[in-house]
């Protein structure tokens, strides 16, 4: 599973993370853009040209059967309702690559 949230909410979404039922997880910094592309936002208090936001991507690892459970806990965290909340993708860990997990 992937999740790319906010920068400022990335905290609060390892933090809800924290008892959720995972085997393991990393978190880096990225920067991309979805749908809004050209228009203008506020970040922090400053205007961006929204060509490539700054954005958090935690990779997590998950059972099978928990997968709904933690995809909830992220969305409750991280959905603000406004344009760029992010995105949670479900994906089979063998899509992770070889020596995923230490395999």
């Known amino acids: 599973m992937i999740a790319i949230v906010k920068p400022f909410l990335a905290e609060r979404v ?6 959720a039922p995972l085997e393991a ?7 991309g853009y979805g749908r809004q592309k050209s228009y203008l936002d ?3 208090e400053s205007e961006y040209s929204l060509a490539f936001l ?11 059967a928990r997968v709904d459970e933690v995809v909830e806990r992220i969305a409750a965290v991280a959905r603000t309702g406004r344009m760029g909340d992010g995105k949670i993708f479900v994906l089979p860990a063998a ?3 070889p020596g995923a997990l230490g395999d």
């Open 42 to 44: 506020q970040y922090r």
């Open 25 to 31: 997880c990393t978190v880096r910094e990225v920067k």
């Open 95 to 97: 899509a992770c690559g």
């Open 54 to 64: 700054p954005k958090v991507e935690i990779q997590l690892w998950v059972d099978d």
């Open 14 to 19: 390892l933090e809800s993370l924290r008892f």
